[in-house]
């Protein structure tokens, strides 16, 4: 996992009194931190753990969490926080929480000892209160037992001078440890996975008890915070281009462009030929009768797909419809000039934290301790040629955030609760060469099965995302009492709160069975439907 980089904050993020800044050192949960403490009703922000010290310059954090990783400390070219950082958080008056990884570093740092474990420590394991009285826990806690998610094989033997030990695990090893005078926190497991339950409590007690935060992150704050941002960024004569999906995201970032500077915003939705079954025709309507944005619609998908043509790479597809999007809008800015006598100096995406998140390593590290999983398409897929600036008023909200976001803005709660699509759309859900044969029609018509037999069930706002894939295999079946060789296709159907991590949805045996037959007896081409089960991690949402 990656992380924001310090240039993609908001000019205004380190004004605010209560802002937390989380460090990344690597580990897989270290988005959930960001999204606990949000949850919380305080803003948080991931940068890179090895950042330089001058990318957080102007920022004043009342907390600095330290996330876990995946590196042992003693290990060569372990991450570490920036020389003076200790310094810059003492300055700010921040209080330091290391978590896992980013407590051996931070225990390290000050001169304790960490060495590897006779014992790792992996799992659900219980830790015991010690100490009768700590800023963690509270008041008379000694001796209570709480189950906690441990991840680590390294674990600290000796502390630093003035800090105190507050849990222990059964097994013996430090859980928790702080240094009330210094501010300095550490916690041995992970509070922020569903796996510690009374980790968010500890959370909690941290940011309002310890460190004194208030809950006072809304979300008009944001949407006012970014009006303000975009009518200073963009000039008053300016105009711009928004690239539409009709996905939730791009529509409220949209509407709030179009909040910001009116009718100098011009909408396009470019049918890319890669749209689900009656997508355009859909989408159009509600753009127009609903939202009231002015909008042109672009029909390149001969473009796109000849392109496409032959390519089965997952990323080699995803830079190339990021490079063929980016071509239309400055075909259409050519257009636009010549009509309004000006030419459009931005675009508007809808790009969200975790496209940022998982499109971005962390700057400084090399990649050390970060992968980029995929690139999304809006997001590492821009061509650096690019003429147009970008303006992506979402890159620092969740997905339930912009729900939210788009609540206060009126757009209608029908389109609010949509399922998110894809950028590159049925490109990364047809697995090959999209333009093979006629995968893209087959896949649209089990797609529109599946997902209305979902609506027609009284299920679809139960389910984060439902949708079809089209495998390159061939299976042999028998339909109408003859032998076929026809194609395999994939149902997959998740719950989230942001898409960062999801399980698969168990749907009743009766609904599967119904679904299946559907499809086989009404999709030409198909025999055989698989069911994905597979949470993510260890998968992504999509297949490609």
């Not at 959930?32 to 949850?39: A, C, D, F, G, N």
């Not at 570093?105 to 009768?132: C, F, H, I, K």
């Not at 008041?139 to 630093?160: F, I, N, Y």
Request: net charge negative; hydrophobic share 40%.
């Amino acid at each position: 996992m990656g992380s924001a980089s310090a240039s993609s904050l908001p000019t205004s993020a380190g004004a605010g009194e209560n802002l937390v800044l989380i460090l990344d050192y690597g580990s897989q949960y270290t988005h959930l931190i960001t999204r606990r403490v949000r949850q919380l009703g305080v803003l948080s922000l991931c940068v890179s753990g090895t950042a330089p010290l001058s990318s957080l310059a102007g920022l004043r954090p009342r907390a600095v969490i330290l996330s876990g990783g995946p590196h042992s400390v003693h290990a060569p070219g372990a991450p570490s926080f920036p020389e003076g950082f200790l310094d810059f958080a003492a300055d700010a008056g921040a209080h330091v929480l290391g978590v896992c990884y980013g407590m051996q570093l931070l225990v390290q740092s000050l001169g304790g000892a960490v060495e590897a474990g006779e014992r790792q420590e992996y799992g659900d394991m219980e830790v015991e209160v010690t100490a009768p009285s700590s800023a963690l826990y509270g008041e008379g806690e000694a001796g209570k037992r709480q189950t906690v998610w441990m991840s680590h094989g390294d674990e600290v033997v000796r502390l630093p001078e003035g800090f105190k030990v507050v849990s222990r695990s059964v097994q013996g090893a430090i859980a928790s440890i702080e240094h009330q005078e210094k501010r300095y926190y550490g916690l041995q497991y992970h509070p922020e996975v569903t796996h510690s339950p009374q980790g968010m409590e500890t959370l909690r007690r941290f940011l309002f008890d310890v460190c004194g935060i208030k809950a006072d992150w809304k979300m008009q704050d944001v949407l006012d915070e970014e009006i303000k941002t975009i009518q200073s960024m963009v000039g008053p004569d300016e105009h711009v281009i928004c690239a539409l999906s009709g996905g939730v995201d791009s529509t409220v970032a949209a509407t709030l462009v179009h909040n910001a500077i009116g009718d100098r915003l011009h909408c396009v939705f470019v049918d890319n030929g890669l749209l689900r079954y009656k997508e355009k025709e859909r989408v159009m309507s509600t753009f127009d009768s609903d939202l009231h944005l002015p909008v042109t619609c672009i029909d390149a998908s001969e473009q796109f797909l000849s392109n496409l043509k032959g390519v089965k790479d997952p990323e080699k597809k995803r830079k190339i419809i990021g490079r063929e999007f980016i071509a239309v809008f400055d075909e259409f800015a050519q257009m636009l000039e010549k009509k309004i006598g000006k030419r459009p100096e931005y675009l508007v995406q809808g790009t969200l934290y975790p496209d940022v998140i998982e499109s971005c390593p962390p700057p400084g590290s090399g990649r050390t301790h970060s992968h980029t999983i995929k690139s999304h398409h809006n997001v590492g897929g821009l061509p650096e040629g690019m003429k147009l600036k970008l303006i992506e008023p979402l890159k620092l909200l969740f997905k339930d955030e912009v729900r939210k976001l788009g609540s206060i803005l009126n757009v209608p709660e029908s389109f609010l609760k949509r399922h998110p699509f894809p950028g590159p759309g049925l490109a990364v859900r047809v697995l090959g060469d999209v333009t093979e044969g006629n995968a893209l029609e087959v896949l649209r018509q089990v797609d529109e099965i599946f997902v209305q037999a979902i609506k027609d069930a009284g299920l679809y706002d139960t389910i984060w995302q439902a949708f079809a894939v089209f495998l390159p295999v061939q299976t042999v079946g028998v339909q109408g009492d003859q032998r076929t060789h026809s194609n395999a296709v994939a149902l997959r159907a998740i719950t989230s709160e942001d898409g960062m991590t999801a399980d698969w949805y168990y749907f009743e045996r009766q609904f599967l069975v119904d679904v299946v037959k559907t499809i086989c007896n009404n999709v030409r081409g198909v025999n055989r439907v698989c069911q994905d089960i597979t949470s993510k991690p260890p998968a992504t949402v999509e297949w490609e």
